[in-house]
């Protein structure tokens, strides 16, 4: 597997926005964006299936989209009206072979390296 190309994160105050972006080298069937906090496990924010079919986690619906570009083969994480509670380190992940698509960590075999997103009070 081959690490994914991440970019994006930052430092914001409450209500600001960011805007993340993670690059695969080849076709992914599933893409999602996930989040981990020291001493606490990694979830799951936001999904989009090859199908353009999408799922949020309830923290962040109605606050962050997730887009695709499938001529670059790159995926998005819109976050707007950001909150203190979502400083997290986050991570893009994508399942590259075919099959299913869910939303549990472990079913993803790709990852980036993580971007630190930092909202302030």
């Known amino acids: 597997q081959v690490q994914l190309a991440e970019s994006g994160g930052g430092s914001v105050q409450a209500g600001g926005s960011l805007r993340l972006s993670c690059a695969a080298s080849?076709?992914?069937?599933?893409m999602g964006w996930f989040r981990q906090t020291p001493g606490k496990e990694r979830e799951g924010v936001a999904f989009?299936?090859?199908?353009?079919?999408?799922n949020y986690a309830d923290s962040v619906k109605g606050r962050f989209t997730i887009s695709k570009d499938n001529a670059q083969k790159t995926f998005y994480l819109q976050m707007d009206t950001l909150k203190p509670e979502d400083t997290a380190m986050y991570y893009c992940?994508?399942?590259?072979?075919?099959?299913?698509?869910?939303?549990?960590?472990?079913?993803?075999?790709?990852w980036g390296q993580g971007t630190q997103v930092t909202v302030t009070s």
């Open positions: 989009i299936w090859s199908s353009g079919v999408t």
């Open positions: 992940a994508v399942r590259s072979r075919i099959g299913f698509c869910d939303v549990r960590p472990d079913t993803y075999n790709d």
């Open positions: 080849g076709y992914s069937y599933c």
